[in-house]
């Protein structure tokens, strides 16, 4: 088992930066993948970007690339979502979640594990 918990969200004006945390414990060993996701209401939820876990190479979503930086600390066993130049559209519950067996990617059912979000939001 993983246990992950977000933290970071909030309130931020359009230009505006936040950076977010996803803190994991537990079998953080056996990690292959992580990745956020975000959903807003009344939508899908849909892939922001990943990382791979040992090597730290992250993927991305076309619509966050340049904007957005995936990274993670292995000492720390955090994952940090670094969110620039912030739209309205970007407001959302983010998601991070974990995948164990190699098959994570950009897909919600890739992961089998997940945190309870954290809520940001981008005013106009």
């Known amino acids: 088992q993983v246990q992950l918990v977000e933290s970071g969200g909030r309130l931020v004006q359009a230009g505006g930066s936040l950076r977010l945390s996803c803190a994991t414990s537990g079998l953080t060993f056996r990690i292959d993948t992580m990745a956020w996701f975000r959903q807003a209401p009344g939508k899908e939820r849909e892939f922001v970007a990943g990382?791979?876990?040992?090597?730290?190479?992250?993927f991305y979503a076309d619509f966050v690339k340049g904007r957005f930086t995936n990274s993670r600390d292995n000492a720390e066993n955090t994952m940090y979502l670094q969110m620039n130049s912030l739209k309205p559209v970007d407001t959302a519950n983010y998601y991070c979640a974990a995948d164990l067996n190699g098959f994570g990617y950009r897909k919600p059912d890739d992961y089998e594990f997940w945190g309870q979000g954290t809520q940001v939001t981008v005013s106009s």
């Open positions: 990382i791979d876990w040992d090597r730290g190479i992250p």
